[in-house]
Every structure is written in structure tokens, then in C-alpha cells.
């Protein structure tokens, strides 16, 4: 090895503050786009005029619902990737639901720690209290009260504006069991609730629609399989929506899916990106007036993921951008949004992503270990919350391979590592490579670009 390269390799392993610091290029004229505190990474986009590419899904998510309409229930899980459009597909349900005259509540799951227990049916019975006739909640709640009274709490506050009350005399506070220690406790809760939702859809269809099931705690989403199992030959539609699953292997979600997708009229939809033509369709929708190569472009380092691509759109929207120019750049609410991500990881992640980032879109986590001077269990194991957020995936077919699940969250990564210095990265990792198994990598001027 030459002296240059034992001072750079000195100068990488010491995190030198002189090796240049480079931000990505950013278009920050954009207005803020998203409330990115109330959705975890990223909210859906501001809708566009018409759905783009999920034609099909829809319709097999009308279909189910007419089915429960008829009393024959329902149960639809949509999973994919954040901003690939789950929310933005449960829109367009309860918009069909509420103009044939049907109940529609939500509820979401919480992405920080704090939350109490059984939070995502708290927020149901809120939204339940705000849009439901008076009338009807007070005959629903009745005889019930006492084990519904954790509920009731956070109903208050509506119910109470009700003129006149719409309940009278609420108990308020947890059940007089609190926590629900007992298994026959909770089965009465639960099932108070099931007589509850089964009162609500008495005279019309009720459709609950809960979302990010992935940050649902365990009594939560044992309230939910309850609630499914007694409920699917009912007039109650439930549209749940979350991150794919496989990325929350042995948590309380993947247990309740097992049982859930043994239901009769349960049903999958999983989202993938937006094909080329969609996209283009999405940007023209959007006013984003993008030419062939443009399109092309931006579906690559998308991936037809609909709120990268929305913030393309916006981007050629306010600003003449060719398409060498559009290889470079990164929308800033794209950034911020990827950035919120990484910042939930561990700086020992992090670190390691970097490293990854320098090497290419898809890496070999033996490499990362021998680049990073890190153990390649320890780099496994530290790589893993980055597994279970969805920013890499492993290749299960090809041990120690992985991929980033965005082009643009290796953009970042890069971005954030000075020119000079991701070279060397990426330059330190081919001669480890290559002293271990004799390979060579090529294209370590891709990574320096």
C-alpha cells in the first residue's frame, strides 16, 4: 500500500475534519408539503386529482366492502413501504363509504414510545363520537359504560358538546380492573366493544380504518383479532394498513397477522411502486410538465414511490431541471423526510450505512464489516434496525446481501459523506475484498459521483 493511501485510510478511520464535507444539492423553494411529526417518516402527499396506478386495488377494496355491506363482513390489510400510497388507497374507500351514506372512523397507530395502551381504539372512538349521530352513540353505549369506560375518557370532550349530551352521566377513567390484568377481564372489554361496533352498523355499514399497524401495541392488536374474528360475517369493514411485515419478524404484528389471514373474508393488497407510465401520468397530473427522459429519471431514483415522485413533480413544477441536472438533485422535502428516518437510527447503524452508501445501491455486509474495521457479527446486528425501519433489505436468497430501500436514502447517505472521503471508502473496501477472496470491484468511480 502507498503512503497516499495509508493517509487516507488514517485520515477515514479518524473521521478527519479536514476531509471535505458535501451536502446533497437540494431545491428548497418548496413549500412544506407534509405534517411530518403526525405520520412517522412521511405522511401521503396532497392528493392529486385522480388515483394514479392503484385502479385494480381499488376496485378489489369496493368489492369487499359491498360483500360487508351485505353483511358477509371484511377484513383488507394494505402493506408497502412508507409514501407507496396505503393511506391515499383508505381515502379513496371511506370517500366511496360516506357518499353511499356509510359510518367511516379511524385510528392510528403511534410511532414514538408513551402512548397507553390500547391507544389506536382510543383515537376510533374519538373520530366515532365526532361523526356519529348523538342518537345513535347513546343507544350503542348503553349498558355498556362500565366496561367501556377507557374509552369514554377520550369521547368526553365530544360527547359532552353534544346538545343535548349525548350520554348522560358517563363514568370516566379506566375500568374499576385497570390494567386488565385478568384474562376474563379483558374478554369482557373486548367483547363490550364488539357489541358496541355491532350496535353502530345496526341501520348502515361501519368502516374502520386503522392505520400504520406496525406501531400498534400488543393489546391493541389483540383487541384487533378479536374483534375480526367475531365480527366477519357482520355489516363491519375493517381496512388496516402497515409497513410490510416481514420487516417486523417476531413482534406482536406478525403473531396477529398468523391468525388473521386464516379469516374467510380477509384480503391482501401489497403495493409496489408505480410503473414508468404511471408515473409519468402522476407528474402530468401534477403539472410537473416532465419530458420522456425526465420521467425515465425520475422513476429510477423514485422507484415509482408516489410521494418521491410528487416531490419530483413539484420540483420540474418551479424550475427548468435537465435531466444530467435531476441525476443530482434531491427534493428537500424528500431529504427531510429520509432524514427523519435515519435519525431514528443508532449512530453505530448510521455509521455503517454510510459506509454501505459509498459502496453502491446493493452491498455485501462482509465488505461494510472489513471496510468499517467492524466485527461482522457486531456489523449484522448493528445493521438490523436498519432491517426492521425498511431502509435496507436483505436479500434472504443470498446471505450478507443487502439493498437500500430507496435510491434516495443512499443519495442522502452520500451526500452527507465528503467527496473525498467516500472514495476512500469505497477504495478501502475493494482492497479488503480483494485480500480476502482475490475479487475487484470497478466502479469506484460510480461511488465518488
Not at 152 to 168: K, N, Q, R, Y
Request: with cysteine.
Amino acid at each position: 500500500m502507498c503512503s497516499s493511501d495509508l493517509a487516507l485510510e488514517a485520515a477515514i478511520l479518524a473521521q478527519s475534519p479536514d476531509l471535505e464535507y458535501s451536502r446533497p444539492q437540494l431545491w428548497t423553494s418548496e413549500a412544506p408539503v407534509l405534517d411530518h411529526a403526525s405520520k412517522g417518516l412521511v405522511a401521503h402527499a396532497p392528493q392529486s386529482p385522480a388515483l394514479v396506478g392503484r385502479e385494480n386495488q381499488l376496485r378489489r377494496l369496493l368489492v369487499a366492502m359491498s360483500q360487508a355491506q351485505h353483511g358477509h363482513g371484511g377484513f383488507v390489510l394494505i402493506s408497502g413501504d412508507t409514501g407507496i400510497g396505503k393511506t391515499r388507497l383508505a381515502e379513496e374507500v371511506a370517500a366511496a363509504a360516506e357518499s353511499d351514506g356509510h359510518l367511516v372512523a379511524w385510528g392510528r397507530g403511534y410511532e414514538r414510545e408513551g402512548a397507553p395502551e390500547y391507544w389506536l381504539w382510543m383515537q376510533l372512538a374519538t373520530d366515532l363520537a365526532r361523526r356519529a349521530d348523538p342518537g345513535h352513540l347513546r343507544r350503542a353505549l348503553a349498558g355498556r359504560t362500565r366496561e367501556l369506560r377507557l374509552l369514554l375518557s377520550e369521547m368526553s370532550t365530544v360527547l359532552d358538546s353534544a346538545s343535548p349530551p349525548a350520554v348522560v352521566d358517563v363514568p370516566l377513567g379506566p375500568p374499576p380492573e385497570w390494567p386488565l390484568a385478568s384474562a376474563s377481564a379483558r374478554f369482557s372489554f373486548f367483547e363490550a366493544i364488539t357489541g358496541f361496533l355491532v350496535d353502530m352498523a345496526e341501520a348502515n355499514l361501519l368502516v374502520v380504518i386503522l392505520e400504520d399497524l406496525q406501531w400498534a401495541d400488543r393489546p391493541s392488536l389483540e383487541l384487533l383479532e378479536h374483534l375480526a374474528t367475531r365480527l366477519y360475517a357482520g355489516h363491519v369493514f375493517f381496512v388496516v394498513t402497515c409497513r410490510p411485515p416481514e420487516n417486523y419478524l417476531e413482534t406482536p404484528l406478525t403473531e396477529v397477522l398468523g391468525g388473521l389471514v386464516r379469516l374467510p373474508a380477509f384480503e391482501w393488497i401489497e403495493l409496489d411502486g408505480l410503473s414508468s407510465a404511471e408515473v409519468g401520468r402522476l407528474i402530468a397530473q401534477i403539472g410537473g410538465g416532465a419530458n420522456a427522459a425526465q420521467v425515465s429519471e425520475i422513476h429510477a431514483r423514485s422507484d415509482g414511490n408516489p410521494f418521491f415522485v410528487f416531490n419530483f413533480a413539484r420540483l420540474l413544477a418551479t424550475r427548468e431541471v435537465s435531466r444530467p441536472h435531476l441525476a443530482g438533485l434531491i427534493p428537500s422535502s424528500s431529504w427531510a423526510a429520509i432524514r427523519r428516518r435515519l435519525s431514528a437510527l443508532p449512530r453505530q447503524t448510521y455509521e455503517l450505512l454510510a459506509v454501505a452508501a459509498a459502496m453502491g445501491r446493493d452491498f455485501d455486509i462482509r465488505k461494510v464489516a472489513a471496510a468499517s474495521r467492524t466485527n461482522l457479527d457486531d456489523a449484522v446486528n448493528s445493521l438490523q434496525p436498519a432491517v426492521v425501519l425498511g431502509v435496507v433489505t436483505e436479500d434472504l436468497l443470498c446471505p450478507g446481501s443487502y439493498r437500500f430501500s430507496h435510491g434516495l436514502v443512499r443519495d442522502t447517505l452520500r451526500g452527507e459523506i465528503a467527496g473525498l472521503r467516500r472514495c476512500g471508502l469505497r477504495e478501502l473496501a475493494n482492497r479488503t475484498s480483494s485480500e480476502r477472496d482475490g475479487s475487484d470491484d470497478t466502479d469506484a468511480a460510480e461511488a465518488c459521483g
